[in-house]
């Protein structure tokens, strides 16, 4: 089965302004892409060259040899006819899909027409008459060539047969979904929303600035929460020209001038897919509240990404989300507000791996679900058109006919449209003007708040002349400072001189704790003559005597130890004193006078160490007899031990010094 799809389509190519139609022929080929590679039809692609988007996501451009693309030259859709019928007849298929407008040449095909929505019925305040005129035709027209239409919901198929009870068997439901490349899931949206300078959480509206689409709704729940005092963010993108309302988008943009919602809304413009992907995965909910829809794109996208949505109730939207999104009233701000502040703070921060990995498998189902209802419907038209009555043969003799008429419809249309953007233009400046005059009302009110300030500034100027004469006597004050500083400094080189003498000092106290070492060599030799003690015993009774003046000299022992607990708190009174000069940096003197102290102590100790050791030498001969007295010799010996220790180990300079 071959399948054709006409691309030289104002709906469909992209100039006329309506993305979505390009996203869902772009949709309904990846959902075929899904299938079975058995059950793939073959399809050829007519495009004009200046669309020079990639039909197929690059998950499935290695299956791609069932789609081929054919290019058809010109500049204009005016001017294809007689190049795009011979590509028609070079490339023949079975089944033309979707017919979206009025055909350019004859295609020998059995027709899948799509009709996106009746909203000239439900809303003809958004159309002119002649628009509506012109729609009510061409659905007619679509409703008479082709095998079936396409409708997106069961909400589109109810209007088919309400407005066209005769023709309403030829209705198919086609849900498309939506399809996004697996390669822009991958890591975080984070880099996009830094380079946009989106810095916290946000609400997204993706839609185009069109009236139906009721930004002003979402806009005024915004106020309402600003002045409740909630901070909430929301970005909005979306192609700002509106072809039936020029001025549209310049409201919008006054009203958010006019109520200080610049901060709150932020409004990106037309974004690249690659781009609004990302924002979209950084969502922290997506907002759709258009006043009317055949099957919204924007709600397929953030189911594919598993994203919270809040929606307006109509009942498309209910086909479409059932519980999988809150509602409220479209024409009410107020209900809108109160869903937001009432679930801002239950939201998700954001980007939600988790679900959206979840999303993406519901996505990837429902692509094939899709996928397998186009090929019936292709299937069915292919089998109808092999069994074609005479009326189908009268109608593809009349198409000439028609195709004659189309061109010329489409060269009024191309002059329509020119004007129409002239005139666009012109709103577009006709809109600007309530703008510039709210923005020479707040320069005027800038204007006088300056001049308050140029008043307070004049008073100021009287107290900066007093503030000069202050400082200029300031700088004297701190001149002198400066002078005391320099003085201090050279006092603090000459209480380095005297570190380095505390330095010198400790050196001779290491000399001197070498001679106690020796000392303490000379004391194990004594232990070694204790060998001799059988020998000694038998001058026990000469030593006696000697014994009884060692107790004499025990006494004068403790006398010393009192003498050193004395001479410990000097040093440690004078310890306190060193610290208060060194902090007062002004006595210097004291420190020198304080240095011959130490001296003089330095000196003490040598004397006390030479009477310790004299009384060593006596006391040897007695400690070797020590069988009689050895718990008192013990005692002497220990106090000894710790008088030598102190006298010793305390460095010169400490606070037990």
């Given at each position: 089965?071959?399948?054709?799809?006409p691309?030289?389509q104002?709906d469909?190519?992209?100039?006329g302004?309506?993305?979505?139609?390009?996203?869902y022929v772009r949709?309904?080929?990846?959902a075929?892409?899904?299938l079975?590679?058995r059950?793939?039809?073959r399809v050829?692609?007519?495009?004009?060259?200046?669309?020079?988007?990639?039909?197929?996501?690059?998950?499935?451009?290695?299956r791609s040899?069932?789609?081929?693309?054919v290019?058809?030259?010109?500049?204009?859709?005016e001017?294809?006819g007689?190049?795009?019928?011979?590509?028609?007849?070079r490339?023949?298929?079975?089944?033309?899909?979707?017919?979206?407008s009025?055909?350019?040449a004859?295609?020998?095909?059995?027709?899948?027409?799509?009709?996106?929505d009746?909203?000239?019925?439900?809303?003809?305040?958004?159309?002119?008459e002649?628009?509506r005129?012109e729609?009510?035709?061409?659905?007619?027209?679509l409703l008479?060539h082709?095998?079936?239409?396409a409708c997106s919901?069961r909400?589109?198929?109810?209007?088919?047969?309400?407005?066209?009870?005769?023709?309403?068997a030829?209705?198919?439901?086609l849900?498309?979904?939506?399809?996004?490349?697996r390669?822009s899931l991958?890591?975080?949206?984070?880099?996009?929303?830094?380079?946009r300078?989106?810095d916290?959480?946000?609400?997204?509206l993706p839609?185009?600035?069109w009236?139906?689409?009721?930004?002003?709704t979402?806009?005024?729940?915004w106020?309402?929460?600003?002045?409740?005092g909630?901070?909430?963010?929301?970005v909005?993108?979306?192609e700002?020209?509106?072809?039936?309302?020029p001025?549209?988008?310049a409201?919008l943009q006054a009203?958010l001038?006019?109520?200080?919602?610049?901060d709150?809304?932020?409004?990106?413009?037309?974004?690249?897919?690659?781009?609004?992907?990302?924002?979209?995965?950084?969502?922290?909910?997506?907002?759709?509240p258009?006043?009317f829809?055949?099957w919204?794109?924007?709600?397929?996208?953030?189911?594919?990404?598993?994203k919270?949505?809040i929606v307006?109730?109509?009942?498309?939207h209910?086909?479409?989300?059932g519980?999988?999104?809150r509602y409220?009233r479209?024409?009410?701000?107020?209900?809108?507000?109160?869903?937001l502040q009432?679930g801002w703070?239950?939201?998700?921060?954001?980007?939600?791996p988790?679900?959206?990995?979840?999303?993406?498998g519901?996505a990837r189902?429902?692509a094939?679900?899709f996928g397998r209802e186009?090929?019936?419907?292709?299937e069915?038209?292919a089998g109808?058109?092999?069994?074609?009555?005479a009326a189908?043969?009268?109608k593809r003799?009349?198409l000439p006919?028609?195709?004659?008429?189309?061109?010329?419809?489409?060269?009024?249309?191309?002059?329509?449209?020119?004007r129409?953007?002239?005139?666009?233009?012109?709103?577009?400046e006709l809109g600007?003007?309530?703008r510039?005059?709210?923005?020479v009302g707040?320069?005027r009110?800038?204007?006088?708040e300056?001049?308050?300030?140029?008043?307070?500034?004049g008073?100021?100027l009287?107290?900066?002349a007093t503030?000069e004469?202050e400082?200029i006597?300031?700088?004297?004050?701190?001149?002198?400072?400066?002078?005391?500083i320099?003085?201090?400094?050279s006092?603090?080189?000459?209480?380095?001189g005297?570190?380095?003498?505390?330095?010198?000092l400790?050196?001779?106290?290491d000399?001197?704790?070498?001679?106690?070492?020796h000392q303490a060599?000379?004391?194990?030799?004594?232990?070694?003559?204790?060998?001799?003690?059988?020998?000694?015993?038998?001058?026990?009774?000469e030593r006696q005597?000697?014994?009884?003046?060692?107790a004499?000299?025990l006494g004068?022992?403790?006398g010393?130890?009192a003498d050193?607990a004395f001479?410990?708190?000097?040093?440690d009174?004078?310890q306190?004193?060193?610290?208060?000069?060194?902090?007062g940096?002004g006595?210097?003197?004291?420190?020198e006078?304080?240095?011959?102290?130490?001296?003089?102590s330095l000196?003490?100790?040598?004397?006390?160490?030479?009477?310790l050791?004299?009384l060593?030498?006596?006391?040897?001969?007695?400690t070797l007899?020590?069988?009689?007295?050895?718990a008192?010799?013990r005692?002497?010996?220990?106090?000894l031990?710790?008088?030598?220790a102190?006298?010793t180990?305390?460095?010169?300079?400490?606070?037990?010094?």
């Amino acid at each position: 089965m071959r399948v054709g799809i006409p691309l030289i389509q104002a709906d469909l190519s992209g100039t006329g302004g309506w993305i979505a139609g390009f996203y869902y022929v772009r949709n309904c080929l990846n959902a075929l892409a899904t299938l079975p590679e058995r059950s793939m039809p073959r399809v050829t692609v007519f495009r004009p060259p200046t669309l020079r988007e990639p039909l197929l996501l690059p998950e499935h451009a290695g299956r791609s040899a069932w789609v081929s693309e054919v290019v058809v030259p010109g500049e204009s859709l005016e001017r294809l006819g007689p190049a795009l019928q011979e590509l028609y007849d070079r490339h023949p298929c079975d089944v033309a899909f979707p017919i979206s407008s009025l055909p350019l040449a004859v295609m020998a095909a059995g027709a899948i027409g799509w009709i996106p929505d009746f909203q000239h019925r439900h809303h003809p305040e958004f159309f002119s008459e002649e628009e509506r005129r012109e729609r009510d035709q061409f659905q007619s027209y679509l409703l008479a060539h082709c095998k079936r239409i396409a409708c997106s919901s069961r909400s589109v198929l109810d209007d088919l047969r309400c407005f066209y009870p005769d023709l309403k068997a030829k209705g198919v439901v086609l849900r498309f979904t939506a399809s996004l490349p697996r390669q822009s899931l991958v890591g975080t949206p984070a880099p996009a929303l830094r380079a946009r300078g989106i810095d916290r959480r946000y609400a997204y509206l993706p839609n185009q600035f069109w009236v139906h689409k009721n930004h002003k709704t979402v806009f005024e729940a915004w106020r309402l929460l600003r002045d409740r005092g909630l901070e909430c963010r929301l970005v909005c993108s979306g192609e700002s020209h509106e072809h039936r309302f020029p001025g549209h988008f310049a409201e919008l943009q006054a009203f958010l001038e006019d109520n200080r919602l610049r901060d709150h809304v932020r409004i990106l413009g037309f974004l690249d897919r690659a781009e609004q992907i990302q924002i979209y995965r950084g969502a922290s909910v997506v907002l759709q509240p258009s006043l009317f829809e055949g099957w919204s794109t924007t709600i397929e996208e953030a189911k594919a990404l598993g994203k919270p949505l809040i929606v307006s109730d109509i009942p498309v939207h209910r086909e479409q989300c059932g519980a999988q999104a809150r509602y409220f009233r479209a024409d009410d701000p107020g209900e809108l507000a109160d869903l937001l502040q009432a679930g801002w703070s239950r939201l998700p921060e954001g980007y939600d791996p988790g679900a959206e990995a979840n999303a993406q498998g519901r996505a990837r189902r429902q692509a094939r679900r899709f996928g397998r209802e186009l090929l019936s419907a292709f299937e069915d038209v292919a089998g109808n058109r092999r069994r074609g009555t005479a009326a189908d043969a009268e109608k593809r003799l009349m198409l000439p006919l028609v195709i004659d008429l189309t061109r010329r419809l489409h060269a009024v249309e191309a002059d329509r449209r020119a004007r129409l953007e002239v005139i666009g233009h012109q709103g577009d400046e006709l809109g600007r003007i309530p703008r510039l005059e709210a923005e020479v009302g707040l320069l005027r009110r800038q204007l006088d708040e300056r001049l308050e300030v140029i008043e307070r500034q004049g008073a100021e100027l009287g107290r900066i002349a007093t503030l000069e004469a202050e400082i200029i006597f300031v700088r004297s004050q701190l001149d002198e400072r400066l002078e005391v500083i320099d003085r201090q400094a050279s006092e603090l080189g000459r209480i380095h001189g005297l570190e380095q003498d505390v330095a010198f000092l400790r050196k001779q106290l290491d000399e001197r704790q070498e001679v106690i070492g020796h000392q303490a060599a000379e004391l194990d030799r004594i232990r070694g003559l204790e060998a001799d003690s059988a020998f000694l015993r038998k001058q026990l009774d000469e030593r006696q005597e000697v014994i009884e003046r060692q107790a004499s000299e025990l006494g004068r022992i403790r006398g010393l130890e009192a003498d050193i607990a004395f001479l410990r708190k000097q040093l440690d009174e004078r310890q306190e004193v060193i610290e208060r000069q060194a902090a007062g940096l002004g006595r210097v003197a004291e420190l020198e006078a304080q240095r011959a102290g130490y001296l003089e102590s330095l000196r003490q100790r040598d004397r006390q160490l030479a009477e310790l050791s004299a009384l060593l030498e006596e006391a040897r001969p007695g400690t070797l007899l020590g069988l009689a007295w050895p718990a008192e010799v013990r005692r002497s010996r220990l106090v000894l031990d710790r008088a030598r220790a102190f006298l010793t180990e305390a460095p010169v300079g400490d606070a037990d010094a």
